[in-house]
T-cell receptor, first 116, second 114 residues
Framework: ETGVTQSPTHLIKTRGQQVTLRCSSQ?????VSWYQQALGQGPQFIFQ???????GRGNFPPRFSGLQFPNYSSELNVNALELDDSALYLC???????????????FGAGTRLSVL | AQSVTQLGSHVSVSEGALVLLRCNYS??????LFWYVQYPNQGLQLLLK??????LVKGINGFEAEFKKSETSFHLTKPSAHMSDAAEYFC????????????FGKGTMLLVSP
């Protein structure tokens, strides 16, 4: 049990719709990262938020956007859904420090999104 | 940019046998290395990590991994497999940049038979 909670656990949408996924980070953590895990693949980094600002981004189009709130919880928004967006979306929280690359990221159980 | 290669999408062992899951990485700067485990319908759980210092790292559930810089490897081992070890295992690398992120391999599914 990591203390990172995600909602909803499952979601079904149709192509072209918009979706919002939510993440509550572990107490004391100020950084949230989002990953997309397609079936049979490893997680791929979408973006990271630190103190309500986007702190880094992977190779995902602008229709993937996010927010981080003052309590460090976060949202992932995906517009104009495509079939290939079907995946498990994982949120991870961590405490950003000077040498942040070695910080442990704690993962939630994920939201499984199916796009029909 | 960094990358991770996990050899073998599936590894099958018998209960009590040695577990060896292979991970090779590519990085132009000193890496930090992680192994995560994912049970069905769950998120990722950290098994162990290498940052600096001792190259043999011990983790939870009897797993350990050895960082070998000359071989750019970070293989995961466990002397005796247990049925409860059946899961998917991911090796990941992180480097110091403007932000920290994990680059994962494609994962290895460990199957344990009685």
């Amino acid at each position: 049990e990591t203390g990172v909670t995600q909602s909803p656990t499952h979601l079904i949408k149709t192509r072209g719709q918009q979706v919002t996924l939510r993440c509550s980070s572990q107490s004391g953590h100020n950084t949230v990262s989002w990953y997309q895990q397609a079936l049979g693949q490893g997680p791929q980094f979408i973006f990271q938020y630190y103190r309500e600002e986007e702190n880094g981004r992977g190779n995902f189009p602008p229709r993937f956007s996010g927010l981080q709130f003052p309590n460090y919880s976060s949202e992932l928004n995906v517009n104009a859904l495509e079939l290939d967006d079907s995946a498990l979306y994982l949120c991870a929280s961590s405490q950003k420090e000077a040498n942040s690359a070695k910080n442990i990221q704690y993962f939630g159980a994920g939201t499984r999104l199916s796009v029909l | 940019a960094q990358s991770v290669t996990q050899l073998g999408s599936h590894v099958s062992v018998s209960e009590g046998a040695l577990v060896l899951l292979r991970c090779n990485y590519s990085s132009s700067v000193p890496p930090y290395l992680f192994w995560y485990v994912q049970y069905p319908n769950q998120g990722l759980q950290l098994l162990l990590k290498y940052t600096t210092g001792a190259t043999l790292v011990k983790g939870i559930n009897g797993f350990e991994a050895e960082f070998k810089k000359s071989e750019t490897s970070f293989h995961l081992t466990k002397p005796s497999a247990h049925m409860s070890d059946a899961a998917e295992y991911f090796c990941a690398v992180s480097v110091n940049s403007g932000y920290s992120t994990l680059t994962f391999g494609k994962g290895t599914m460990l199957l344990v038979s009685p």
